[in-house]
């Protein structure tokens, strides 16, 4: 079946860590998304990508790094500069582009602080 | 700029009760609007779109009409069951994809 993979589903981050998202898709859609989800707030918008090897920053890209080396993948970075991390994390993919209103939403990532 | 706001929850109902999840936008163009249900633990999937004035989205019983002359895009459905708990969000497309703050939906045997 196609779809979109996060792993790990729950994630902790020590103080001063780097920790790496994986987000993979085999639906061969031609653009990948990550938003941050928080208690009582909508989505938004960190990264995404449009093509391989190409990226644009989101509405909160502060603290976050990504890469897209291959169409299937696009793994999300939290570096030690996001000071508040915690968060649900989810991964999009649509075909065709960018393509907000043709979604497909992976089935998320927590990311907790110790 | 463009915003979604949509009805604070909690909101908790007895089985077969109707539902009204109350949802505006403010937008500077045409955009399309859609209704997202997360359920526990889960990402999110799209539960209903509309792209124009006057559409009505509708899947597993859940309608929602494009109110132009409101701005308001209310997610209702007739007879709520116990599987349909979720977190429901309302979200506008315009050049990008924005959410509302996502209303609470428990629905009691």
């Known amino acids: 079946d196609g779809g979109i993979t996060q792993s790990p589903k729950y994630l902790f981050r020590k103080e001063g860590q780097n920790v790496t998202l994986s987000c993979e898709q085999n639906?061969?859609?031609?653009?990948m998304y990550w938003y941050r989800q928080d208690p009582g707030q909508g989505l938004r918008l960190i990264y995404y990508?449009?093509?391989?090897?190409?990226?644009q920053k989101g509405d909160i890209a502060e603290g976050y790094s990504v890469s897209r080396e291959k169409k299937e993948s696009f793994p999300l970075t939290v570096t030690s500069a996001q000071k508040n991390p915690t968060a649900f994390y989810l991964c999009?993919?649509?075909?065709?582009?960018?393509?907000?209103?043709?979604?497909?939403f992976g089935s998320g990532t927590q990311l907790s602080v110790l | 700029g463009n915003s979604v706001t949509q009805m604070e929850g909690p909101v908790t109902l007895s089985e077969e009760a109707f539902l009204t999840i109350n949802c505006t936008y403010t937008?500077?163009?045409?955009?399309?609007l859609f209704w997202y249900v997360q359920y526990p633990g889960e990402g999110l999937q799209l539960l209903l779109k509309?792209?124009?004035?006057?559409d009505k989205g509708s899947n597993k019983g859940f309608e929602a009409t494009y109110r132009k002359e409101t701005t308001s895009f209310h997610l209702e459905k007739g007879s709520v069951q116990v599987s349909d708990s979720a977190v429901y969000f309302c979200?506008?497309?315009?050049?990008?994809?924005?959410f509302g703050t996502g209303t609470r939906l428990t629905v009691i045997p």
């Open positions: 990508s449009q093509i391989v090897n190409d990226f």
């Open positions: 937008a500077t163009g045409y955009p399309s």
């Open positions: 639906l061969n859609h031609d653009a």
């Open positions: 509309a792209t124009k004035a006057d």
């Open positions: 999009a993919s649509s075909i065709g582009g960018v393509r907000y209103e043709k979604l497909f």
């Open positions: 979200a506008l497309s315009e050049n990008n994809l924005f």
